[in-house]
């Protein structure tokens, strides 16, 4: 009977304390837990009493994981990431892969050294409702595809943080919204042109980044183009994703993962509705990335794609920027 896999959670702020909750549920695995912040080791305690936990780095890496996940900061994911590979263990960084290119290429270039799988958080990669989007393309059943849009307004990321990092870095707005346009990498493959603008918009307190709506021009390879909209102004929240194709258009509505087909030669649309429930998606996540480490197959999203998706959001902020 194989051992169980020691598996490291870094960071249990949001994000950190979903994964530690669905590993939980997980057989076949020892979790463990590394925060600095002393304060929340009760909230951490009360996900499952089975949870060893460190306050830091150093302490929780002599406990030999063999996978670790890593979801502090943005600018902390390069940092802790090397680590981790650097003592010989497997790294899943949550989005962003990093918080510039720079330091992306850094942690890709570790993992390479180290022979040590690096897989990026996109959990939304695994949505049912997307994976049949991405079959109806690779099938060719869409035809060539020609542009489309994703959008999402909402300020519901803020609400959900648990620290203030956000509010440090310009275009911070773009790199927490990244899923957008790691589901367009995905879909439309290489972008040849990027356009960038935004500005402060809106009343409420919260709104504190810069900017607090931007709205990103894309054109592809393939000479497809798309409009990615994001914004913390909007409520309630809305997410919406648009592929058009020369034979089918698809809407798909990630708020009530609702999917509308439109077909060039037939009147109205046919709905598709599929199941949302979020933690369907980070268990998937998870089974992912232990295949990779155990069988060595190849995690939906390396840390070589994710570095794609880091370079048109760089771009995109380097514009942003200037306006």
């Known amino acids: 009977m194989p051992e169980k896999m020691k598996i490291l959670v870094v960071g249990c702020g949001s994000i950190g304390k979903r994964h530690l909750r669905v590993l939980t549920e997980r057989h076949g695995v020892e979790i463990a837990a590394c925060e600095i912040r002393r304060e929340i080791f009760p909230e951490i305690q009360a996900i499952g009493d089975q949870i060893v936990i460190f306050d830091n780095l150093e302490s929780a890496l ?19 990431g090397i680590q981790c590979l650097k003592s010989g263990v497997h790294v899943l960084c949550e ?33 049912p409702s997307f994976q049949y989007l991405e079959n109806l393309v690779a099938s060719g059943q869409m035809g060539r595809l020609l542009g489309g849009r994703a959008m999402v307004g909402s300020y519901n990321t803020l609400l959900c943080a648990t620290t203030d990092t956000r509010k440090e870095q310009i275009g911070s707005l773009l790199l927490d919204y990244s899923h957008e ?53 909007q409520h309630p929240q809305r997410r919406i994703l648009e592929v058009i194709g020369e034979e089918l258009t698809v809407e798909l509505d990630l708020q009530t993962d609702t999917m509308k087909i439109f077909d060039w030669k037939k009147d109205g649309y046919r709905v598709l509705t599929f199941d949302p429930v979020r933690n369907e998606r980070i268990r ?40």
């Open 62 to 80: 002599t406990w030999k994981p063999e996978i670790a996940i890593v979801s502090v900061p943005n600018q902390f994911h390069h940092t802790v």
């Open 181 to 233: 346009f790691d589901f367009l990498r995905a879909i439309f493959g290489s972008v040849k042109d990027i356009y960038c603008v935004g500005h402060n918009l809106g009343k409420r307190k919260l709104l504190q980044q810069f900017p607090t709506l931007a709205v990103t021009v894309l054109r592809y390879q393939s000479g497809a183009i798309v409009s990615v909209h994001l914004d913390y102004i």
């Open 284 to 323: 998937a996540e998870h089974q992912d990335m232990i295949e990779a480490v155990r069988k060595g197959t190849k995690p939906r999203v390396t840390g070589e794609e994710a570095l794609l998706v880091q370079e048109v959001i760089e771009e995109a902020i380097k514009q942003l920027s200037l306006h």
């Open 95 to 127: 989005k962003p892969l990093a918080d510039s290119v720079e330091h992306g290429r850094l942690l890709v270039e570790t993992a390479k050294e180290k022979e040590k799988v690096l897989a990026v958080g996109f959990s939304e990669r695994y949505r």
